[in-house]
């Protein structure tokens, strides 16, 4: 699933960095054949270079200003697994945890995610495979059905039984209230949230 | 007894296991490729141009500034756009939700709608450049809604092909000797599906070979119809989308958008990212139109029903006559012998509406079971006792017997389940201390659909088979029970079994609409595991006697691909390889076959606020064979859920003046949250229909049909006020 972008990206960029020109004529160096990124030389010329600390990793990734985490983690790292359904903070599919909190990256600028300590539902489960019993919970009580929400679901569940508001069915619902799920799984997930709840805090 | 309310329930009689769905451990881990997560190589950024006049003609644009930005590839408005041919209106007997390019002139025929594509090395930059393109507009004033001055009426059965008004009795005498009479009109609003996941395109051409990823309710369909646009051998498009991120039927038709940006690619020579924001989405793909209904209801002093007469007025573009007809579910719902009905279609400036989950019977249904609902209150019989009474096991319009059809026995196990006895009939008579308390029914309904589909499995030595058909998953469960159909048919584990599903480089199957996958995909899954099993002289063997009975016949697998079309029907499968709708030229006489259900509410209303509340849902259902209680309960969960969002929450508001959607957003566009949700009960009625395919009657759309009449009479039980308009809020509430 990850196409290697993030090294590729690298090694492109160093490349194109001399090639700048280039960007203002894409279309001529197409039809010449040329394969070269021309995003890259784009973003050398005006982009910021940051690193990010994802799931236990460090990545170097040069970023227009203005992208947003969610875009970064999808279009530039390979991190699909948090999702675009709004793009302005309403339903909460882009959901990651950025030092332990969830968090909306589609409303988090990537080049203030610096520093941070950013998971992604990508960096739950252990590296044996085992799910984390959240992600287990959800597959065990149905809690989602087309899963396009599923990603930010989780990520949400797991801070709201860390933050202690998952003590019963009301205030898992309450809590969850910014996480739409237009399939209307709610019942389920909030079934899930009760299982792992209990499971998280014997573990 | 069953406890019907657990996430898994236990399998009950003519049902299958309750298996975990297959893709569960992709869909927990982030690891799904949903359409917008497919890699591509040196990508292009696309972001539209969307029309803010309502009607009219673009004079100019100025992209002057725009092109300036360093990183901008192109951009593209009717004046430059690779020119692309009609694929034609679907139910015209082509491939397209709309007949109208909307990039083939300076004609503006809706707000929203596209009329430019900026091309861009980033996301970032085709957005800015996009906001920098300046238009001028010839601006005219448009027709925005159903009572708009300007639009235009026609009849359905002048203009909708194969559309015939159902008529049945004489209603006219019928009504006038009437004992008891009611006359009402209800409405119901324009609706979004806004499925979380965004109407996505990425393409990419590899030579003269064109991939698609898009999320696709049909990928034949949309194979077939882009080959059209871009007039080339569909041989030569792939489609590929294994899972839809939530579709409700609007990603069922293909729209004019995947046409556009693959002629773009062609053209700049680099694939194509667009994803369109959620608010161009309720412009991009179609919509549940506005409706009004005009229903009179006659019975006889003993409450059976005599006469009914039921018009209903649809809105659509001034494209395509674009129609739903529910009269259809409504003249044959009940045992009434008179019948006289009408659909009328009114030409707007909007862009062409389509499906949206039970596209006929949600609006139709909630006149009907409203109605139902006054009228058993005029005779002075309990809700449930009156459907009793009036309950049929034939059409009153054709006199054709339905294979199977227990309402009664969804009634009976609702209403005890609910405890409809705990319920005093007067109004406004219950109170849980400042809540007025409501309780209220309706029946719901949905036909048995069926059409042609192909699919291919194979067995290997070892016991594990894999089955291939581009069916799709819109979160039904159709991968699993795809699965469990060969794991039924080859007596193996689940675990075994590999799904392949929503990609055109697989046999075709039916398009992901009208709850038919099941029976359909289902029907070509079993026919294609006969033929294996019949390879092995119809005894299929197992563990080390399989693998000797490979190497007796001398073979490393087994496949086989079988094709499947309804009964009585000619040409499906071969309409199924063009991509079009199949029973499109009305050559099918299909069964006769309805799945029902009956679904119970109560509903708090505060007594000063008029706050609205619905603790508790119940819904029974007989839908045949139940494949999968654990995915089918998600399903009717979802879709009484649906129920009350469209009763309670659910309106696209449209400004008259400028003939745009008002609340365009999903913070705006109101769908339930988690804690809008409480109690959700879903009980299986066993039923068994040997005579439709599979013994399954499709569960996706029965359960959001008659949640808005049980809300609305739920509500009318608490406060005796009858709101004949969806949905249903605080305001209509005061008066």
């Known amino acids: ?203 | 007894m069953a406890d019907y309310s657990a996430p898994v329930p236990v399998p009950g009689k003519n049902m299958g296991k309750a298996d975990a769905r297959i893709e569960g451990r992709e869909k927990v881990t982030g690891a799904t490729v949903y359409a917008s997560d497919a890699p591509v190589a040196n990508p292009t950024f696309a972001y539209l141009i969307t029309a803010s006049v309502g009607r009219g003609k673009i004079r100019k644009f100025d992209l002057a500034e725009a092109k300036a930005l360093p990183g901008v590839v192109a951009i593209f408005t009717h004046e430059n756009v690779p020119k692309r041919a009609d694929a034609e209106f679907f139910s015209d007997g082509g491939w397209v939700n709309t007949s109208f390019d909307p990039m083939e002139s300076a004609e503006v025929r809706f707000a929203g709608q596209i009329i430019g594509v900026v091309i861009a090395e980033t996301y970032e930059i085709a957005r800015d450049a996009a906001h920098r393109v300046v238009v001028d507009y010839a601006p005219a004033e448009p027709s925005a809604s159903l009572l708009s001055h300007g639009t235009e009426t026609v009849d359905a059965a002048k203009v909708a092909k194969g559309w015939k008004d159902k008529e049945a009795g004489n209603f006219d005498k019928a009504w006038a000797a009437a004992a008891v009479k009611l006359e009402a009109g209800y409405a119901t609003p324009t609706q979004h599906h806004n499925p979380i996941e965004l109407f996505t395109t990425t393409v990419a051409w590899h030579g003269d070979e064109l991939t698609i990823y898009e999320p696709s309710q049909f990928v034949w369909g949309l194979k077939n119809g882009v080959a059209k646009q871009l007039g080339i051998d569909p041989e030569k498009v792939m489609v590929v989308n294994p899972f839809v991120g939530g579709a409700f039927g609007s990603k069922g038709i293909m729209t004019q958008r995947t046409g556009i940006i693959a002629a773009i690619a062609r053209e700049i020579r680099r694939p194509v990212k667009l994803v369109p924001t959620r608010t161009q989405g309720f412009y991009v793909s179609t919509y549940r139109a506005e409706t009004r209904h005009a229903i009179k209801l006659g019975a006889d002093k003993s409450g059976r029903l005599t006469a009914l007469s039921h018009d209903g007025w649809e809105l659509t573009s001034r494209s395509d006559d674009y129609k739903v007809g529910g009269t259809e579910a409504t003249t044959q719902m009940y045992a009434i012998p008179n019948v006289t009905s009408k659909v009328h279609i009114v030409r707007a400036d909007r862009q062409t509406p389509g499906f949206m989950r039970s596209p006929p019977e949600v609006p139709y249904m909630f006149a009907l079971e409203c109605a139902i609902d006054e009228m058993a209150e005029k005779c002075g019989i309990d809700p449930v006792e009156f459907r009793r009474i009036n309950d049929t096991m034939k059409s009153p319009v054709s006199g054709e017997k339905f294979t199977s059809r227990h309402l009664v026995e969804c009634f009976d196990a609702a209403s005890t389940a609910f405890g409809w006895s705990k319920r005093n009939p007067k109004v406004g008579s219950m109170r849980d201390g400042d809540w007025l308390v409501g309780y209220g029914c309706a029946a719901t309904c949905y036909p048995a659909n069926t059409m042609a589909a192909t699919a291919r499995v194979r067995l290997s030595p070892d016991g594990s088979a894999r089955v291939q058909i581009a069916a799709h998953d819109v979160g039904t469960g159709a991968t699993t029970v795809m699965g469990q159909i060969v794991a039924e048919a080859f007596d193996i584990p689940l675990s075994k079994v590999t799904v392949e599903m929503g990609d055109t480089r697989l046999p075709p199957g039916p398009v992901a609409g009208g709850s038919q996958t099941t029976a359909s995909g289902g029907s070509a899954v079993k026919a294609a595991c006969d033929k294996v099993i019949a390879r092995f002289g119809n005894r299929l063997p197992s563990g080390p006697a399989l693998e000797a009975a490979f190497k007796k016949m001398n073979t490393g697998v087994v496949e086989e691909y079988a094709e499947w079309a309804p009964p009585k029907s000619t040409g499906g499968v071969a309409k199924l390889y063009t991509g079009r709708m199949s029973g499109a030229e009305g050559e099918e006489k299909p069964l006769l076959a309805y799945a029902y259900g009956a679904e119970f509410v109560e509903v708090h209303i505060h007594s000063r606020t008029k706050e609205i509340r619905v603790p508790r849902i119940t819904g029974a259902f007989a839908g045949g064979r139940i494949m999968n209680p654990r995915t089918a309960r998600s399903q009717l969960m979802g879709g009484l859920i649906w129920g009350i969002s469209s009763a309670l929450h659910e309106a696209t508001e449209i400004d008259e003046k400028r003939a745009r959607y008002v609340n365009d957003n999903i913070a705006e566009y109101l769908i339930p949250v988690n804690a809008d949700i409480r109690s959700v009960e879903v009980i299986l009625v066993p039923e068994v229909d040997d005579q439709i395919p599979m013994g399954a009657k499709g569960l996706g759309e029965l359960g959001n049909v008659g949640t808005n009449a049980a809300v609305a009479n739920a509500v009318y039980h608490a406060t005796g006020q009858r709101i004949r308009e969806l949905p249903i809020t605080i305001d209509k509430l005061i008066v």
Do not use: W
């Not at chain 1, 236990?56 to 390979?78: A, C, Q, S």
């Open chain 1, 1 to 203: 699933m990850i196409d290697g972008n993030e090294t590729g990206f690298s090694r492109r960029t160093f490349l194109a960095s001399g090639t700048v020109a280039t960007a203002a004529v894409p279309l001529a160096a197409q039809a010449k054949g040329r394969t070269m990124d021309q995003a890259a030389a784009v973003r050398a010329e005006t982009g910021v270079p940051i690193t990010l600390r994802i799931n236990g990793g460090n990545h170097r990734v040069t970023v227009d200003p203005r992208t947003t985490l969610l875009d970064t983690l999808r279009e530039r790292l390979g991190l699909t697994g948090a999702k675009k359904g709004c793009d302005q903070g309403q339903c909460g599919a882009c959901t990651v945890h950025v030092d332990g909190r969830a968090t909306l990256s589609c409303l988090t600028l990537a080049v203030a995610a610096q520093g941070r300590d950013i998971t992604t539902i990508e960096g739950l489960a252990a590296a044996d495979g085992t799910l984390h019993p959240m992600q287990a919970a959800f597959v065990d009580n149905d809690a989602f059905q087309c899963g396009y929400c599923t990603p930010g679901q989780i990520m949400s569940a797991i801070a709201i039984v860390h933050d202690g508001h998952a003590n019963d069915a009301n205030t898992i619902r309450e809590a969850m209230s910014g996480n739409l799920c237009r399939c209307a799984a709610y019942p389920n997930i909030v079934a899930a949230i009760e299982q792992a709840a209990v499971q998280m805090k014997r573990g």
